[in-house]
């Protein structure tokens, strides 16, 4: 969010703080069918700068005083040495405050770690959003080990365990109380990751599936990017993905996996007309070791199955005619290696790289817009479920600001904009979705309705309590 002008530390009369901690809001005993989308609550702007900007005090002192919703920003350019994001306004540290409580470090999972704490110990509070606004784009990490998207939600996972209520699991109309002792997260900042962690898009998917009901896709960027995703076929026919990350170089993949998770993928060349494969291991945790990419023939468009534990069948098309090739290997796992052999011309077709099938299951990948999402979008179908999206487990709810174009809007409960754009607070209010107005930080800001969550740097200030008391803010 816009930065404001630093201040100088700020500390409340303990008379003051006393008396605000004794009266309670308005809302404080909301009725059971309120719903969560009509209700107002406190809640804080850039919540980790405590009273370096602003005059918030710790994180826990805001959960203490009614403050139902915090804002931490996060960066994950030091990913790599912390093995966590950090948190700061321009930089990781920048405009926090450590002291009263707050983490020591500026590493996110410290930050968390006070939030579930609290929330552990007050197991009846009204439902907690913790939002973070994500200050550099996540899709540039490459894999789950440099801070994919995946490995925030395996974070946020960690930190609020049974807590922490996935916005896939959602049910639309819940009401405040339903919620409580609920901790929701929420993706804000950099709009490419917010697009990324709901959709992905791509060039030529295709598919492979085992007897265990594990699944590989692999497409290319149109680029010249080679990424997979993983996953697992569920008793409900869905696709839960698992890992996502970029493992080479190439167009016009396929891939062919055996029931040990040993996979054989092959590929076209960017810019030449020369075929490659690599051998890699699935791991039970979804993530996948790649060895060395190495040539094996010259041609397009090529297609692989397995045929045995160790037997393969490649067919590619001729780079100059339409005549197909095909190809016999054995995969030698400990050498990550395929010796090829047999190479003849053959009347048969290529394999249907899109399509995997194993007994009555069936799995089949290919790009098509939905609704606002561009065209290329990756999708799948199965046996059970048609037309899902190839996404990120759906842990963190993805909010729609002000400015943003249809696909962020498309299914979005979290709506957001400055305080000062008051028709968009009121008309998004009005529409029944959650809303945010951040930099909240004067009396004539106060809509009808008011933004379920107004986000201020002073949240003891007598304006501020007494517009949130008259509007029933729940704690």
């Not at 174009?405 to 957001?416: D, K, P």
Request: no cysteine; proline share 4%.
């Amino acid at each position: 969010m816009p930065h404001r002008t630093s201040r100088p530390r700020t500390v409340v009369a303990t008379a003051v703080a006393v008396l605000i901690a004794a009266l309670p809001l308005v809302g404080a005993g909301s009725a059971a069918d309120e719903p969560f989308t009509a209700a107002v609550f406190q809640a804080t702007h850039n919540s980790y700068s405590g009273d370096t900007d602003g005059a918030k005090h710790s994180l826990t002192y805001q959960l203490d005083h009614g403050v139902r919703f915090l804002e931490l920003d996060v960066h994950d350019n030091g990913y790599a040495t912390n093995h966590d994001y950090g948190v700061g306004h321009d930089s990781p540290g920048n405009l926090v405050d450590h002291s009263g409580g707050n983490p020591a470090s500026n590493n996110l999972r410290d930050w968390l770690a006070v939030v579930a704490s609290w929330s552990a110990a007050h197991p009846t509070h009204a439902p907690l959003v913790v939002m973070l606004d994500l200050k550099d784009d996540l899709t540039d990490n490459g894999s789950y080990a440099a801070g994919d998207p995946a490995a925030l939600n395996d974070e946020l996972r960690a930190a609020f365990g049974t807590r922490l209520l996935p916005a896939a699991e959602y049910s639309t109309g819940a009401t405040v109380d339903a919620l409580r002792g609920r901790v929701l997260t929420l993706l804000s900042g950099d709009a490419t990751t917010r697009a990324a962690y709901r959709r992905d898009v791509g060039y030529h998917p295709a598919i492979a599936l085992n007897g265990h009901g594990q699944v590989v896709e692999v497409h290319d960027s149109g680029g010249g990017a080679l990424w997979y995703w993983t996953g697992t076929y569920g008793a409900d026919g869905r696709i839960t993905w698992q890992r996502h990350g970029r493992y080479g170089s190439g167009v016009t993949p396929a891939v062919a996996l055996d029931d040990d998770g040993d996979l054989v993928e092959v590929h076209q060349s960017q810019n030449a007309t020369t075929l490659w494969y690599q051998t890699a291991h699935l791991g039970s945790s979804g993530e996948i070791t790649w060895s060395a990419s190495h040539q094996y023939d010259n041609g397009v468009l090529p297609s692989v199955v397995f045929t045995s534990a160790t037997g393969l069948r490649e067919v590619h098309r001729s780079q100059s005619t339409s005549q197909n090739w095909t190809w016999q290997g054995t995969l030698d796992v400990g050498a990550g290696t395929v010796t090829w052999a047999g190479n003849a011309k053959t009347a048969g077709p290529r394999y249907d790289t899109a399509t995997a099938v194993r007994g009555t299951t069936s799995v089949h990948v290919y790009p098509a817009a939905d609704g606002a999402t561009p065209a290329n979008t990756l999708r799948v179908s199965t046996d059970r479920v048609s037309g899902t999206r190839i996404q990120y487990p759906q842990t963190a709810f993805d909010e729609y600001q002000d400015g943003d174009g249809a696909e962020l809007q498309q299914g979005a409960l979290f709506y957001a904009a400055p305080a000062t754009h008051t028709s968009f607070i009121t008309s998004a209010r009005a529409s029944g979705h959650l809303v945010r107005g951040w930099d909240f930080d004067s009396a004539d800001q106060e809509t009808t309705p008011l933004a379920n969550y107004p986000a201020t740097n002073t949240p003891y200030a007598t304006w501020y309590q007494d517009m949130v008391g008259r509007a029933g803010a729940v704690r």
